[in-house]
Nanobody, 126 residues
């Protein structure tokens, strides 16, 4: 079992920044990949970014490339999402998730992630 707790969401003006954090417990953190997803009202949950268990590789959806940065600190069992140049369309509930299956590259499909945090709201105003 893995427990995930996100924090860092809030209200920010367009062009601003937020840093999301996710702390994991229950299993050795460096043994699994981590991802960030988001879900806006009336929309499906979508992939945002992922990072390999060793932190050697990162992956992003096209709309956030160059604006968001995913990182992890295995010593602190934490994964982060630095979000810069935020846009109103980034408004959503953001979730961190853990994928326990070793893969060639991190998964982008929500159903492949076994554990999820409770989510943190990010609202970007115009």
């Amino acid at each position: 079992q893995v427990q995930l707790v996100e924090s860092g969401g809030g209200l920010v003006q367009a062009g601003g920044s937020l840093r999301l954090s996710c702390v994991a417990s229950g299993r050795t953190f460096s043994s699994y990949d981590m991802g960030w997803f988001r879900q806006a009202p009336g929309k499906e949950r979508e992939f945002v970014a992922a990072i390999r268990r060793s932190a050697t590789s990162t992956f992003y959806t096209g709309s956030v490339k160059g604006r968001f940065t995913i990182s992890r600190d295995n010593a602190k069992s934490s994964v982060y999402l630095q979000m810069d140049s935020l846009k109103p369309e980034d408004t959503a509930v953001y979730y961190c998730a853990a994928d326990m299956v070793p893969r060639t590259i991190p998964a982008k499909v929500p159903s492949l992630y076994a554990y999820w945090g409770q989510g943190t709201q990010v609202t970007v105003s115009t």
